[in-house]
């Protein structure tokens, strides 16, 4: 009965030792294992994308457009322009991980650095997050040259909503059609009001 509680004891000792481990030092062991340098073999959109052993990749102080948005397609396509299959250098700032258990790095192919290229380009905005600053300023810079360019992103609002509004368009069609051809039924377009351009 003693032999068996010694065992528990032991049990109970290794089992508080890997529960304080992976809650204390989950990050220091993933910054041991995750590599400076990868082969990018996913783009997930404009500002994330995946690494050689499945991690995720978050890039710092920048924001681009997400699927229901505007130039997200473009986003993405110069995202994967720049990085897709290519070896990338990664360099962290403060934080390790998002919220999301997303890398949050600078991602450079060669001397390009990425993050800013696609800010310098209107493909994302610059965006501040705590504590994560480090070239904060300098995104911001090159948004300005961004918007005052009218580059991507930040072009006339008359030709985002002319995308928008081609988008949408476009899309109730197909959906029209779809609904013709599945019920025999022509439904009508829908007012205008229902669907707002930005």
Known sequence: MKRFLNIYTVIAIVGIAAIGFLAFGFSLLLSDKVPDKAIVTRVID???????????????????????????????????ELVLGKKVRLKR????????GRLLCYVYVGD???????VRMGYANAVKYDPDVKYSNYFTG?????????????????????SKSSWL?????????EFREKFGIELPPAPPSLFPVR
């Open 46 to 80: 404009g500002d994330t994308i995946e690494i050689e052993g499945g991690y995720r990749v978050r890039y710092i102080g920048i924001d681009a457009p997400e699927e229901d948005e505007y130039y997200f397609k473009e986003a993405l396509a110069k995202n994967a």
């Open 93 to 100: 700032d403060v934080s390790e991980t998002d919220k999301y």
């Open 112 to 118: 390009l650095f990425v993050n800013a290229e696609l």
């Open 142 to 162: 090159l948004e300005q040259y961004a918007v005052s360019s009218k580059l991507g992103i930040h072009a006339s609002s008359e030709l985002k909503a002319k």
């Open 169 to 177: 368009d476009e899309f109730m069609e197909d959906y029209r059609k």
